[in-house]
């Protein structure tokens, strides 16, 4: 069966610091990625998505960045943070049906 | 541009009650619709999946509708518990493998 990991599940960073976050997914192959934010009293909303490794597709202008190093391994990553990059950020997958399943989440707060 | 409403955004039910909860939306071209789950602080659990060439999808107490024409889709819980407290999100794809447009969801509290 698959499954998503996310880590860390909670994260407090100071405003300007960097980021890194991860993603993986075991028991299948060539998945496509996503991850996605919540912030407070706002929808889930997509930062990014990939169909193959280094093939990355940005939805919305900001301050982070995604990467696909492997096939199921999936990165999201900021050089300084700001207030609003607060929020859930949830990772997801798909294949062939495009069901979506998704992570765990981690909880990033910016001082 | 696609946009989802759901209505309501918080709904309070004694436990034993069927509902429904409503999810619209603007372009009736897409490609298929999934609701979640999430309960406090946790990730989406996906609950049922229709492809856009279908009606309806069931999962033992859930029965999920689509009528692309009109633009809406329904989750019918049947006799609620308490353990069905939790958020429940609509969102759909446009096209195959791109993101998925989300609702701001319907908070469910059921009581016992």
């Known amino acids: 069966s698959q499954t998503i990991h996310q880590w860390p599940a909670t994260l407090v960073q100071p405003v300007g610091s960097p980021l890194s976050l991860e993603c993986t997914v075991e028991?299948?192959?060539?998945?496509?990625l996503y991850w996605y934010r919540q912030a407070a009293g706002r929808g889930l909303q997509l930062l990014f998505y990939?169909?193959?490794?280094?093939?990355i597709s940005s939805e919305v202008p900001q301050n982070l960045s995604a990467s696909r190093p492997q096939d199921r391994q999936f990165i999201l990553s900021s050089k300084k943070l700001l207030l609003s990059d607060s929020g859930f950020y949830l990772c997801?997958?798909?294949?062939?049906?495009?069901?979506?399943?998704f992570g765990p989440g981690t909880r990033l707060t910016v001082t | 541009k696609q946009e989802v409403t759901q209505i309501p955004a918080a709904l309070s039910v004694p436990e034993g009650e069927n509902l429904v909860l409503n999810c619209s939306f603007t372009?009736?071209?897409?490609?298929?619709l999934q609701w979640f789950r999430q309960d406090p602080g946790k990730g989406l659990t996906s609950l049922l999946l229709?492809?856009?060439?279908?009606r309806e999808q069931t999962s033992g107490r859930l029965n999920a509708s689509l009528d692309k024409s009109s633009g809406r889709s329904t989750l019918y819980i049947a006799a609620s518990q308490p353990g069905d407290s939790a958020t429940y999100l609509c969102?759909?794809?446009?096209?195959?493998?791109?993101?998925?447009?989300f609702g701001k969801g319907t908070t469910l509290s059921v009581s016992s």
């Open positions: 372009d009736s071209a897409i490609y298929n």
């Open positions: 229709i492809q856009s060439s279908q």
């Open positions: 990939s169909v193959g490794i280094g093939q």
């Open positions: 969102a759909l794809a446009n096209q195959a493998g791109t993101a998925l447009i």
């Open positions: 028991g299948t192959s060539n998945p496509n």
């Open positions: 997801a997958w798909s294949r062939t049906s495009y069901e979506q399943y």
